[in-house]
């Protein structure tokens, strides 16, 4: 499905995959009018997302609107139960519409509860069935399941009713646009997304979503590839001597791990990397890392914290790299 999805029938002489659709108007008398209601560009990659996660996909101009576009269907004065370990833009959004809207103390108090496992950048995971059978229909709950993807878990058949990503980063998977996606297998929860993704003219660029749709086709592979070397690469960081731990949760491509000493001999490893990229973002066919503590608003997390989204490079070129730069600074 992820690589035959959304694409054009097989009619002879027509294309295999489908074009990018560049249009801002259409001929009247159709089901489409205008370029902020729907694209046949993000209807493909749409096809293959919703398939991946078991639902009905609805295309956003990036991660954060499709994050917002599901916090605005609530209610001036509802609250929202976050995780303590969530995606700083998801916590600045909530803290921005307060009053608003509100962060519930208690997952009981909670018009909408939002769940992001594993979390970043901890790598903390939670038991999405379990928060599911807790909240027992009281609020919708919400997966941010950008970490894991939908070859890592699929929320939707644990329950949930509106997965989130950020498909800038693995679905895309070659650090090359910015795009979200929301899935939901109620028809009310998709026709309120798609009503906001108009209202707030939060639309993806069809070119955006074609190469969303052209890096999604590799998902399988990339995640094979990824997580096999995430394993190696946490179980050798274990042993070595400059880490004083590591956060990996047993599959995906995502793990972090704590440098011995903090923010300095941290900052030293990342500024001594000739193949791993310090970047922010994660996802990409390259090896990302990052600190996030410099950020403002990850103060909570470690000083010596270095997140690694692991890519599809030879193991061995990333151990030798992260080795060599753990051992100088040890
Ligand atoms: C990056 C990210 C987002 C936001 O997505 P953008 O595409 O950057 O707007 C949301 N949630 C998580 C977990 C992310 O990593």
Not at 155 to 178: E, F, I, N
Not at 238 to 249: F, I
Request: a negative charge.
């Amino acid at each position: 499905m992820v690589v035959h999805g959304g694409r054009p029938g097989r009619a002879p002489g027509a294309p295999v995959g489908p074009p990018v659709e560049l249009t801002s108007t259409y001929h009247q008398g159709g089901p489409v009018t205008y370029g902020r209601e729907d694209n046949q560009t993000w209807r493909a990659f749409e096809e293959v997302v919703g398939a991946l996660e078991g639902g009905e996909a609805v295309s956003f101009a990036s991660g954060l609107a499709a994050v917002a576009a599901v916090l605005e269907t609530l209610p001036v004065g509802a609250k929202v139960w976050i995780p303590h370990d969530v995606y700083h833009g998801t916590r600045r959004f909530l803290a921005d519409r307060e009053p608003r809207l509100q962060v519930a103390d208690r997952m009981a108090d909670a018009q909408l509860v939002w769940v992001e496992t594993p979390s970043n950048p901890t790598m903390e995971v939670i038991d999405i069935a379990a928060v599911v059978a807790s909240v027992a229909g009281a609020a919708p709950v919400v997966v941010d399941n950008t970490f894991a993807t939908p070859l890592g878990q699929r929320p939707l058949d644990l329950g949930a009713d509106v997965v989130v990503h950020s498909a800038t980063k693995a679905l895309s998977g070659h650090s090359d646009v910015v795009l979200g996606v929301a899935v939901s297998r109620d028809p009310q929860w998709v026709e309120a997304l798609r009503r906001r993704r108009s209202l707030h003219g939060a639309v993806p660029g069809p070119f955006e979503a074609w190469l969303a749709l052209r890096g999604v086709r590799t998902l399988a592979v990339r995640f094979e590839r990824a997580s096999a070397s995430a394993a190696v690469l946490a179980a050798r960081l274990a042993e070595h001597l400059a880490v004083e731990r590591v956060r990996y949760p047993g599959w995906g491509t995502m793990l972090a791990f704590d440098v011995r000493g903090g923010a300095v001999p941290a900052d030293a490893v990342c500024e001594r990397l000739r193949v791993v990229v310090p970047g922010t973002s994660l996802g990409g066919v390259e090896t990302l890392i990052e600190r996030r503590n410099k950020w403002l608003g990850e103060e909570r997390v470690p000083p010596g914290l270095l997140r690694l989204s692991v890519g599809i490079e030879d193991v061995e070129d990333l151990w030798q790299d992260l080795s060599a730069a753990l051992t100088a600074v040890a």
